[in-house]
């Protein structure tokens, strides 16, 4: 026969350990909430530069599916041009261009000052932001996404 200050002793540890993990959201209350995922992946962010960091998701085995270069706020709007250039460097230093394959297709849209472009090549896709100047040289990405075009990756992020 349980005593009733041993029940009590474990509704409280109970309580308590139901209490440490209120108001969080974990893998498992989703999968019990939404079911199992459709693609699990692993992501990491990384500090690719000052006020520049880079977030990658990677597909089940490791290799990489997206990568987004991500300037802080301040950044972005103090010194557009340089940090268009530092991005592109980064761009290049993470996925080269022999990385990249064959250079396919480019496509800009720009609305007022603001727009976006995205470049195509045969192993991946890039998207930036883009902000129009005076003229062509004017213009500065403030935010890059690579995404690589093989099968694994192709199921929302």
Avoid at 116 to 121: A, I, L
Wanted: net charge positive; proline share 4%.
């Amino acid at each position: 026969m349980i005593s009733v200050r041993h029940s009590a002793g474990v509704m409280i540890v109970v309580c308590v350990l139901s209490a440490a993990g209120f108001g969080q959201v974990d893998s498992k209350s989703l999968r019990a909430e939404f079911g199992k995922p459709i693609n699990v992946m692993t992501k990491e962010v990384f500090a690719a530069a000052p006020h520049v960091q880079l977030s990658v998701s990677y597909d089940p085995v490791g290799q990489a599916c997206v990568l987004v270069f991500l300037p802080d706020h301040w950044t972005k709007y103090r010194n557009r041009t340089q940090m268009g250039n530092q991005l592109e460097g980064l761009l290049k230093k993470a996925v080269p261009d022999k990385v990249r394959g064959k250079k396919l297709d480019e496509i800009v849209s720009i609305d007022g000052c603001a727009g976006s472009r995205m470049t195509r090549y045969e192993r991946v896709d890039v998207s930036d932001t883009v902000f129009s100047g005076v003229n062509a040289s004017c213009e500065t990405q403030m935010q890059i996404e690579v995404r690589f075009t093989r099968k694994v990756c192709a199921s929302p992020q």
